[in-house]
């Protein structure tokens, strides 16, 4: 007999805090991501209206990679990743490529959680980690088969992950997490006492 693995979910994960400049490079993008925090009074007022438990600039600013020059060297970081990551997934962009789309900051308050979504409009979307304090946040994925399960039994407990409904990635600062924009995935409870924050993006078809 034979198995066989079809309709496989990739996931791309990579760091770069082995990058000789990473503790400059990482320090310097959290002093911007709290400054954003600080400062940006119409993403704290979209917040508050939307009882989001921190900070995000998802709503309020859509030019970060020129707002301040950390941003756009994390561009240029991402977009080699993400071209890596289309590779992997074997993707036939033709004449055109993947192009960053939007590039957003999340400062996640103790407590606070990102409840299960997708990113519509999109290709490729991800995080980077910028501060992971002990007992931040997972990544949580879901299975994107699982609404169609109306009649399967749970999985063990012990189940491979490839095998699991939902998988929890825990990153540390510097990690680089990837899917398609499809996968359905949230943030649980920050059970951290400081704050988690990260950067999130998408890439378009273009």
């Known amino acids: 007999m034979a198995l066989r693995s079809l309709f496989v979910t990739q996931v791309y994960e990579a760091s770069l805090a082995g990058q000789r400049d990473f503790d400059v490079f990482n320090a310097e ?3 911007a991501c709290r400054m954003l925090a600080d400062e940006d009074m119409a ?3 979209w ?12 709503a309020s600013l859509n030019d970060l990679p020129t707002r301040a020059s950390v941003f756009g060297d994390l561009k240029r970081r991402l977009d080699k990743h993400a071209a890596a990551f289309a590779k992997d997934l074997e993707l036939d962009l ?5 192009k960053l789309d939007s590039l957003w900051v999340n400062v996640l308050k103790p407590g606070a959680a990102h409840s299960g979504h997708i990113h519509p409009h999109s290709v490729i979307s991800g995080t980077i980690y910028v501060a992971t304090p002990p007992g931040a946040s997972a990544l949580k994925l879901e299975d994107p088969r699982l609404p169609l399960m109306m009649a399967a ?13 939902f998988v929890y ?17 949230e943030v649980p409870a920050n059970a951290a006492k400081r704050e988690r ?6 890439y378009g078809w273009r």
């Not at 924050?197 to 998408?202: G, L, Q």
Request: aromatic share 10%; net charge positive.
């Open 29 to 31: 993008l959290e002093d």
């Open 43 to 45: 993403g704290r007022a």
């Open 47 to 58: 917040c508050k209206q939307n009882a989001y438990g921190g900070y995000t600039s998802y």
């Open 94 to 98: 033709g004449d055109r490529r993947l």
């Open 153 to 165: 039994p749970p999985r063990l407990a012990q189940a491979s992950e490839p095998a699991r409904s």
């Open 169 to 185: 990635l825990q990153p540390q600062a510097g990690t680089i997490l990837m899917w398609e924009s499809w996968l359905r995935h």
């Open 197 to 202: 924050i990260s950067v999130s993006f998408n």
